[in-house]
């Protein structure tokens, strides 16, 4: 790992009408248009779902680093992640996002400890401390056949 501070760098073009590239230097571009939510056609990334999927795949790879240094053996991680978008004093805030995952262990693994390194995976995960969201991590443990 490199030391801190961490930088990254996205660039972002907008025209009055259509798509929104958003670009960072060695990766494919993405295009975004507003949710349905706000008017938009659906079928894009949008600001909302990005954070969303940023938070969940933080939080699965700080799991995997975290499993990976306590020498815990997991299978498989899957995540659904949901997000309560309310109007608060007059601005749109995200209040809630609930990480609904699913680990995949071997046969005898100790739920518990699992259980617990998800809980550090997303307390470690640094888009999650960068929000003021509550945040909740439901797990389903569930051991390999």
Not at 108 to 114: E, F, L, M, S, V
Request: glycine residues 8%; charged residues 25%.
């Amino acid at each position: 790992m490199h030391p801190f501070p961490h930088h990254y760098r996205v660039r972002i073009g907008i025209r009055p009408e259509g798509e929104v590239s958003l670009d960072s230097e060695g990766l494919p571009q993405l295009r975004s248009l507003p949710p349905p939510e706000w008017g938009g056609p659906g079928g894009y990334w949008a600001p909302e779902t990005l954070l969303l999927a940023a938070l969940g795949d933080c939080t699965m790879m700080t799991f995997r680093a975290i499993a990976r240094a306590s020498r815990f053996e997991w299978h498989e991680l899957a995540a659904d992640v949901e997000g309560k978008l309310e109007r608060i004093e007059g601005n749109s805030r995200f209040t809630e996002i609930t990480l609904r995952v699913r680990l995949v262990v071997p046969a005898g693994a100790d739920a518990a400890r699992a259980k617990h390194l998800l809980d550090k995976a997303e307390k470690g995960c640094p888009v999650s401390n960068s929000l003021t969201a509550a945040k909740h991590i439901e797990a389903e443990i569930v051991e390999a056949a």
